[in-house]
């Protein structure tokens, strides 16, 4: 699988860095053509680093749950409404009144797409499959499916919705396997 | 509210535009629309920027491109509504002008995404949906989102990755013809289409919208100055604005984009036609092709024909200058490029060049009947959606076009 995530980002920005000092030390400039050659641009000096830290405060039960192996939804108490992705607050009802559920993990597909062109932050992963897929509560749930065999994924196939440690990050997600698997 | 018109507009060249600073490609646009209305920047009395960035240097957009376009100290605000930014723009120019806040007021739409490496914009449109939830832990790309739909979309109609290469091949005929247009001069075939790489299956390359620079600006002026500006004024007739869930998973179906349905249901409320077979009322409309896919739910969340039915349309070619309905004769997003924050402007000047009978080289002009056109712009995955309609006549409904 060769380099981590890391190292290719940070070989990426090492090259353009690196690039960068060398043109100013040999004009006084941070100025260099574009990719075509063409038009002469001003290479940032700057860098700004983006890695957001988000409240998981109230819906942590959820996080517990995938360490015991579960999956949970949240459910209003008043209006009986699913929420997954699970939220704590019912905009309808105005309560946050929730009862945590197990999804019971039985699912059919609705719909998948394989990224084969990733993201930079994906790029360590191979090909990998996004699918939807409507549980047995009438909710759907978004995931990767895991899969043998890309070109026998059909919609309208049984799903099992399950805990997965993502590697090599090595962190608990949940994932799409066949239902026969 | 009193009416509302388009006397002037201005579009910059799209595509790679790295000979240009982000004030620089705006004020392309804002020269041109302010010759175009003979206006003075002293008269514009209100802009809006339509800006997504992020990948782009400037954090102010709005007050970077008001001091280069000397359009100080008029006030300003910078909208977002991703994909559909510039519809954003637009409406919150014509609510100004419409309320009475403002007689004159300019829509600016304008991004600069070639300031940031490939990859960045990858990473920055897979986000734009729900990040905790759909991006950080599943890596959807923005092909991705659309290609959910595809999928859902074959498997229920039984359509195939040809028919969606078709509508590729049209945007690419007509964008060719357009000197603004990311692509001109280039068309391409079905076959190179269907031989193109999948980016996110069953979506190709040739499937999707460019990474584009690009700007334009509209001038919009209140009923009273309207023809003392223009002998042809564009009145914007009536606005839908809707928005879809932030999870793709909450939404019930991927066969169409309710957001743009329920848009398009207040659009034509507003103007007392039903939202069936509506391609009748419109001499041409330009819609969102960010992806093939999202041309074909176009015409079906429109209501130019029912659900499944879009399909036949490409494959009938009635699409094309001539057909039932022509769609994105200025190349659409597919190939005139998708400058995000410029995309929901530059469909306001199309519309505007269009009904004044005015788009060169005429093998692009729509022959103008009625004298309605209808613009249709999506802002992430149907996260946002707005329909705009456009008219030569400040009253009245539209008409039915006449048979052919």
């Not at chain 1, 353009?16 to 100025?31: D, H, R, Y």
């Not at chain 2, 734009?128 to 790309?141: C, D, R």
Request: charged residues 25%; glycine residues 8%.
């Amino acid at each position: 699988m060769g380099m981590s995530v890391e190292a290719r980002y940070e070989e990426f920005w090492r090259q353009s860095i690196k690039q960068l000092n060398e043109v100013v030390k040999a004009t006084g400039l941070p100025i260099a053509p574009d990719e075509k050659g063409q038009y002469n641009l001003w290479y940032d000096v700057r860098e700004l680093r983006l890695r957001f830290s988000i409240s998981v405060e109230r819906i942590k039960r959820f996080f517990e749950g995938l360490k015991e192996g579960k999956i949970y939804a949240t459910r209003c108490r008043r209006c009986g409404r699913y929420y997954f992705p699970p939220q704590i607050d019912c905009p309808y009802c105005k309560t946050s009144d929730m009862d945590w559920v197990e999804i019971s993990g039985e699912g059919e597909l609705l719909t998948y797409t394989m990224i084969n062109t990733k993201p930079l932050t994906y790029s360590h992963y191979p090909d990998y499959i996004v699918a939807i897929a409507r549980m047995r509560e009438g909710f759907n749930v978004l995931a990767w499916l895991r899969v043998n065999d890309p070109e026998k994924v059909r919609v309208g196939m049984k799903v099992k919705l399950q805990v997965t440690r993502r590697e090599p990050e090595g962190y608990l997600t949940y994932e799409f396997v066949p239902a026969e698997q | 509210m009193r009416g509302v018109a388009i006397v002037g507009v201005g579009h910059a060249k799209f595509g790679r535009r790295t000979d240009v600073n982000l004030g620089e490609l705006a004020w392309e646009a804002v020269k041109e629309a302010l010759e175009d209305a003979r206006l003075d920047q002293k008269d514009i009395q209100y802009f809006v920027v339509g800006n997504v960035g992020g990948w782009s240097a400037e954090p102010l957009p709005a007050v970077v491109i008001g001091e280069y376009c000397g359009l100080n100290p008029k006030g300003t605000m910078r909208v977002e509504a991703a994909c559909a930014t510039g519809s954003a723009a637009l409406y919150n120019a014509y609510l100004a002008v419409a309320s009475g806040m403002a007689d004159i007021a300019m829509a600016i739409g304008v991004e600069k995404m070639y300031e940031s490496p490939t990859p960045t914009v990858v990473e920055f449109i897979g986000r734009a949906g729900n990040y905790f939830w759909e991006f950080e832990n599943f890596g959807l790309t923005f092909p991705g989102y659309y290609a959910l739909y595809m999928t859902a979309y074959m498997n229920r109609f039984r359509a195939t990755e040809e028919d969606f290469c078709r509508v590729a091949v049209k945007n690419h005929y007509y964008g060719s013809m357009n000197p603004k247009a990311q692509f001109y001069g280039l068309r391409i075939t079905v076959d190179q289409c269907l031989k193109s790489r999948y980016v996110a299956w069953p979506i190709k390359l040739y499937d999707s919208s460019p990474i584009t620079d690009g700007a334009a600006a509209v001038i919009l002026v209140s009923e009273e100055l309207a023809r003392k500006i223009t002998d042809t004024p564009v009145w914007i007739r009536s606005v839908g604005v809707a928005t879809g869930t932030a999870n793709l998973s909450r939404r019930s179906d991927f066969i169409g984009l309710d957001a743009a349905y329920q848009a398009a249901e207040q659009a034509f409320k507003r103007v007392g036609i039903e939202h069936r077979d509506t391609w009748r009322y419109f001499d041409v409309a330009d819609v969102h092709d960010c992806f093939t896919i999202a041309e074909v739910m176009a015409y079906e969340d429109l209501g130019f024909v029912e659900r499944g039915m879009g399909i036949q349309l490409v494959r009938n070619e009635q699409t094309y200058k001539g057909g039932l309905i022509p769609v994105n004769l200025d190349g659409g997003l597919k190939a005139k490029g998708h400058p995000i924050g410029a995309t929901g402007v530059s469909m306001a000047v199309e519309m505007t060049k269009q009904l004044r009978q005015s788009v060169e080289p005429r093998d692009r002009q729509a022959d103008i009947h009625v004298g309605w056109a209808l613009a249709h712009n999506v802002g992430g995955t149907g996260h946002y959606a707005y329909v705009t309609l456009y008219s030569l006549d400040k009253d009245g409904s539209p008409k039915v076009k006449p048979k052919r």
